[in-house]
């Protein structure tokens, strides 16, 4: 059984530890993302960094959880819009993630919908620059960015991590 079988998951993808520190990457729509990070809770995962990537396809949420005892590593992934970057925070289910997300709405411009203190953490609080959006030219595609190892299961229609012919991107 693994901690994310009861999880309504996109894309399951069994991770290379050696090489990425990533046991499972799990692919999720935007909304069931604090549904999973309470079952993680529940299975006593703790929240170890909500960081994000500025990536062609949208900005992709990542939400890295560890297990002490189990030594399993678990990334929560969420691709939103680049036009429409926002998420519910987890800060409800861990305490810690409201630094996480402040960071990453500092740097991409992410907002968390109910995070307590959703204000800029590192730059001044009248700045609306957020330095890690890259400009669409510059952006990488995600199947160049990742490297999220095995599908085990996916989607209909889940197709982030396929290798695009020059014609299929056009």
């Given at each position: 059984?693994?901690?994310?079988?009861?999880?309504?998951?996109?894309?399951?993808?069994?991770?290379?530890?050696?090489?990425?520190?990533?046991?499972?990457?799990?692919?999720?729509?935007?909304?069931?993302?604090?549904?999973?990070?309470?079952?993680?809770?529940?299975?006593?995962?703790?929240?170890?960094?909500?960081?994000?990537i500025d990536a062609a396809e949208g900005m992709l949420v990542n939400y890295l959880f560890d297990h002490f005892e189990k030594r399993e590593r678990v990334c929560l992934r969420v691709?939103?819009?680049?036009?429409?970057?926002?998420?519910?925070?987890?800060?409800?289910?861990?305490?810690?993630?409201?630094?996480?997300?402040?960071?990453?709405?500092?740097?991409?411009?992410?907002?968390?919908?109910?995070?307590?203190?959703?204000?800029?953490?590192?730059?001044?609080?009248?700045?609306?620059?957020?330095?890690?959006?890259?400009?669409?030219?510059?952006?990488?595609?995600?199947?160049?960015?990742?490297?999220?190892?095995?599908?085990?299961?996916?989607?209909?229609?889940?197709?982030?991590?396929?290798?695009?012919?020059?014609?299929?991107?056009?």
């Amino acid at each position: 059984m693994t901690v994310f079988e009861h999880f309504n998951t996109l894309c399951v993808a069994k991770g290379d530890r050696a090489a990425t520190g990533i046991d499972w990457n799990v692919f999720l729509d935007p909304d069931r993302v604090v549904d999973a990070a309470e079952q993680l809770k529940h299975l006593d995962f703790h929240l170890e960094s909500v960081h994000a990537i500025d990536a062609a396809e949208g900005m992709l949420v990542n939400y890295l959880f560890d297990h002490f005892e189990k030594r399993e590593r678990v990334c929560l992934r969420v691709l939103l819009d680049h036009t429409d970057a926002e998420v519910d925070s987890i800060a409800g289910v861990f305490q810690g993630a409201e630094w996480h997300e402040r960071e990453t709405y500092d740097f991409h411009g992410i907002m968390f919908r109910g995070n307590p203190n959703m204000v800029n953490l590192l730059l001044p609080a009248e700045s609306d620059i957020h330095p890690l959006v890259k400009a669409a030219k510059k952006r990488f595609t995600l199947v160049e960015l990742l490297n999220c190892g095995e599908i085990v299961s996916r989607a209909d229609g889940f197709d982030l991590l396929d290798e695009k012919t020059e014609e299929a991107a056009q």
